[in-house]
C-alpha cells in the first residue's frame, strides 16, 4: 500500500511553510493564503491553515533509501533540527520491521519520522538531499476502538495488519505504506506523549477503490 497523499491542518502556517519549503527542501506543488502542498517523493504533504488547533499534534514518517539512514541522520542535524533521544539514543532500530528510524518536531510539535525499511529495494549512490523522502511511509490515526476500527478499514479497502496487531497498536499495510491505528490511551514512541486526535484527510493507493469516515469524521480515508 502506498500514501498518495495526507491533509493535515496547522496552526503555525508561515513557520510550517518555511519548514518543509526551504528547510527541508521540499518542492511547493501548490500555495494559496490558507493552503500548501509539498511534494515528497511519490507523495504530497498537503496543510490546511487552522487558528483554532491548540494542542493538536500529527505523526508522520517519510521513507528514506535503505543505505542513506546516517546520512539523513546528518543532513537533519545540518540543519539545525534537534533529534528527539530515548535512554540517550537518537537512533532506532525495529528488528521484527527490519527497519531504522529517527524523530525530530516540526514547528507545529508534529512528531515526525524518517524509516528506511531495509527489506525494500532502494538504496542510492547519489548523497541525501530531499529527493531521498520517497514518499510518505506512514499517518497516525488515534482512535476509541483499535480493533473495530482496524476492522472497518480492513474490510473496506483490503488491506491487512502488518505484524503486531494489538488491542492498543495496529500497522495496516505493509513497507511501503502504513496507517498508524493507535489508541488514544497508548502513548507514542519514543516522546511518550499521548495521541491527540485532529482533522485528517488520507489518499491511499489501493486495488478497491473506497472512502471512509471515521472517529465522527475526524478522518477521511479514500483510496485511489
Known amino acids: 500500500m502506498k ?6 491542518n496547522t496552526h503555525r502556517f508561515e513557520a ?3 519548514f518543509y519549503g526551504s528547510l527541508l527542501g521540499l518542492e511547493v506543488l501548490e500555495e494559496t493564503a490558507s493552503r500548501l502542498s509539498f511534494g515528497a517523493g511519490e507523495s504530497v504533504l498537503a496543510l490546511q491553515e487552522n487558528s483554532l488547533m491548540e494542542n493538536e499534534f500529527y505523526h508522520v514518517a517519510f521513507a528514506i533509501p535503505t543505505n542513506k539512514f546516517i546520512e539523513a541522520k546528518q543532513w537533519v542535524i545540518d540543519r539545525g533540527i534537534s533529534l528527539i533521544s530515548r535512554t540517550g539514543e537518537d537512533e532506532f532500530l525495529f528488528e521484527s520491521w527490519n527497519a531504522t528510524a529517527l524523530y525530530f518536531y516540526d514547528p507545529d510539535h508534529n ?4 524509516i528506511a525499511h531495509h527489506s525494500l529495494d532502494n538504496a542510492v549512490d547519489e548523497a541525501f538531499g530531499p529527493k531521498h523522502l520517497l514518499r510518505i511511509s506512514e499517518i497516525g490515526l488515534p482512535v476509541d476502538n483499535v480493533p473495530e476500527c482496524c476492522k472497518t478499514i480492513t474490510e473496506m479497502f483490503q488491506i491487512d495488519s502488518w505484524g503486531e496487531a494489538g488491542q492498543q ?3 495496516l499495510g ?3 505504506g502504513l496507517l498508524i491505528v493507535i489508541d488514544k490511551q497508548r502513548p507514542w514512541f519514543p516522546d511518550d506523549r499521548m495521541p491527540r486526535e485532529y482533522n485528517t484527510k488520507v ?3 489501493s486495488t478497491c477503490p473506497a472512502s471512509l469516515s471515521l472517529q465522527n469524521g475526524l478522518y477521511e480515508l479514500r483510496s485511489i
Open 174 to 176: 505493509d513497507a511501503e
Open 169 to 171: 497498536f495496529t500497522p
Open 16 to 18: 510550517m511553510k518555511a
Open 3 to 8: 500514501i498518495t497523499e495526507v491533509l493535515l
Open 111 to 114: 512528531l515526525i519520522e524518517f
Open 203 to 205: 489518499l491511499i493507493n
